[in-house]
Nanobody
């Protein structure tokens, strides 16, 4: 069975940092990229960052470039999202998902049923 479990969310002050983790099983990173998505109240879900473990390529949405870093630990079957210099606009529920990560096209998409549960990130100003 495909499983993804995100964790690491919480309440942080503006300017602070959090590291999200996504533990996964049931599929290979040779076949899929891993992406982080977020959904803020009243807003559509957006792709934030993704990584292809096969070649290390990454993609970041403009609003997080230079602040967020996505990485993968193959031995632990875990993908991380290091978030620095957080601001109130980063407040959202964050999800990890497996699917397509196409940095050259600035595109990412998740495969149906390859989603983890969300983890809440709240940034206080």
């Amino acid at each position: 069975d495909v499983q993804l479990q995100a964790s690491g969310g919480g309440l942080v002050q503006a300017g602070g940092s959090l590291r999200l983790s996504c533990a996964f099983s049931g599929f290979s990173l040779d076949d899929y990229g891993i992406g982080w998505f977020r959904q803020a109240p009243g807003k559509e879900r957006e792709g934030v960052a993704c990584i292809n473990a096969s070649d290390g390529s990454t993609y970041y949405v403009d609003s997080v470039k230079g602040r967020f870093t996505v990485s993968v630990d193959n031995a632990k079957n875990t993908v991380y999202l290091q978030m620095n210099s957080l601001n109130a606009e980063d407040t959202a529920v964050y999800y990890c998902a497996a699917g397509l990560c196409v940095p050259v096209a600035s595109a990412m998409a998740a495969k149906d049923d390859y989603w983890g549960q969300g983890t809440q990130v709240t940034v206080s100003s």
